[in-house]
């Protein structure tokens, strides 16, 4: 038996998302309570391409019983994302995740489609009835999902004050990329709903292949997003608190010129020993109109003190003491365990990219190998 393109990508998915659950218990990695959820949702999500795809290829076909055992996996996966999303941004004290219900519900379709199976073999029921509750399980099963999902939009979108635990060492973006890829499988979902309704071919294989084509997408891109953002954030997390606990009083080093009888250059002294002795440049936001704002002057007035005496306009006097204060950072033994990459945002650069290049346009090397030419001359 040939199988079409679709059917393929539908199993390498499934596989590809039991490996991504399953690797990481083999190697008994340490598993926060976030990526437990977020593993469940791949996990389910696997589970319904795999079961699709035994269907689809009519693997169960003489198997009354098993043939129509069609487990609503796919109701589980929203509450799971859901869930791993009030987890991680550490508000599951206030917020219910709706996952308890989710499973009752889960459970009580289950029962009803397994007696439904038993009395339409014994003959008791018509056939017709398991199609019959299939539509009607998939309608209250998709309602369901755009309610869960309603809920997150409000979550991201709009309860901003819940945000506080995570803002400070996480982007959000990757969140609301999840949510607009989230509401065109719903869009797809509905689709293959209406049409198989109006055909009157339940679980049509060619209406499902945009939703199953989509999930599997899924699959790659939020596991592995939400895998490499949760470490990420706990990484940083946990940087930051070793940073404060060591109360690194590092020496910046800034080039300056030797003019002390110019009447600006007091200015740019204590200028300077604001940002340093506070820190101003591991703020991310931290832009020259703030710094203006908190030394009572205009924007130019700080931007032509800092291009006269700093040698470097106030984006490139910033960055580079980011770049500083993280050399010393991925040479320290204490540190060592720390991904560079959370190194580099802790020191104030907003993505890993504007890290790379800022670090090596300061030091003519990558953070990478400064690193291991560093350590290895200590």
């Known amino acids: 038996m040939?199988?079409?393109p679709f059917s393929i990508l539908l199993i390498t998915g499934a596989i590809h998302g039991f490996l991504f659950v399953i690797i990481p218990i083999l190697l008994k990695k340490r598993i926060g309570k976030p990526i437990w959820f977020l593993n469940g949702l791949v996990f389910f999500i696997s589970l319904n391409n795999l079961q699709a795809w035994l269907t689809d290829n009519n693997?169960?076909?003489?198997?009354?019983?098993?043939?129509?055992?069609?487990?609503?996996?796919?109701?589980?996966?929203?509450?799971?994302?859901?869930?791993?999303?009030?987890?991680?941004?550490?508000?599951?004290?206030?917020?219910?995740?709706?996952?308890?219900?989710?499973?009752?519900?889960?459970?009580?379709?289950?029962?009803?489609?397994?007696?439904?199976?038993?009395?339409?073999?014994?003959?008791?029921?018509?056939?017709?009835?398991i199609n019959n509750y299939t539509v009607f399980e998939e309608f209250f099963n998709m309602f369901f999902a755009v309610f869960i999902f309603y809920k997150c939009f409000l979550l991201i979108y709009r309860k901003k004050e819940l945000h506080?635990?995570?803002?400070?060492?996480?982007?959000?973006?990757?969140?609301?990329?999840?949510?607009?890829?989230?509401?065109?499988?719903?869009?797809?979902?509905?689709?293959?709903?209406?049409?198989?309704?109006?055909?009157?071919r339940i679980n049509n294989v060619y209406t499902y292949y945009p939703l199953r084509l989509a999930s599997s997408v899924l699959i790659y891109w939020v596991g592995y997003q939400?895998?490499?953002?949760?470490?990420?954030?706990?990484?940083?997390?946990?940087?930051?608190?070793?940073?404060?606990?060591?109360?690194?009083?590092?020496?910046?080093?800034?080039?300056?010129?030797n003019l002390k009888?110019?009447?600006?250059?007091?200015?740019?002294?204590?200028?300077?020993?604001?940002?340093?002795?506070?820190?101003?440049?591991?703020?991310?936001?931290?832009g020259l109109h703030n710094l203006a704002i908190e030394m009572d002057l205009s924007d130019s007035q700080i931007s032509k003190i800092l291009n006269t005496y700093g040698n470097y306009n106030f984006s490139d006097y910033i960055n580079k003491l980011r770049v500083e204060y993280a050399?010393?950072?991925?040479?320290?033994?204490?540190?060592?365990?720390?991904?560079?990459?959370?190194?580099?945002?802790?020191?104030?650069?907003?993505?890993?990219s504007t890290f790379y290049s800022a670090f090596k346009k300061f030091t003519s090397q990558t953070p990478t190998a400064y690193k291991k030419r560093n350590i290895k001359h200590r």
């Open 226 to 257: 939400g895998l490499i953002r949760y470490n990420l954030m706990v990484d940083r997390i946990s940087l930051r608190k070793e940073i404060n606990r060591a109360n690194i009083s590092e020496t910046i080093k800034t080039e300056k010129i």
């Open 59 to 129: 693997y169960f076909d003489s198997l009354f019983y098993i043939k129509n055992l069609v487990v609503p996996w796919y109701m589980l996966v929203t509450p799971f994302f859901y869930t791993f999303v009030v987890h991680y941004l550490n508000i599951q004290d206030k917020i219910n995740s709706f996952l308890k219900i989710a499973l009752v519900f889960f459970i009580v379709q289950f029962f009803i489609r397994v007696n439904l199976i038993i009395f339409c073999q014994l003959q008791v029921l018509d056939n017709t009835l």
């Open 327 to 352: 050399k010393g950072l991925l040479i320290d033994n204490n540190y060592k365990d720390y991904t560079i990459i959370a190194i580099g945002l802790e020191c104030g650069f907003n993505s890993k």
């Open 2 to 4: 040939t199988e079409n």
């Open 164 to 200: 506080s635990y995570a803002l400070p060492y996480t982007s959000f973006t990757w969140l609301r990329q999840f949510m607009f890829f989230g509401l065109v499988v719903v869009l797809f979902w509905l689709f293959a709903i209406v049409a198989n309704s109006f055909t009157g």
């Open 261 to 286: 009888d110019d009447k600006h250059f007091k200015t740019f002294e204590i200028i300077e020993l604001y940002i340093t002795k506070h820190k101003r440049y591991l703020d991310p936001l931290f």
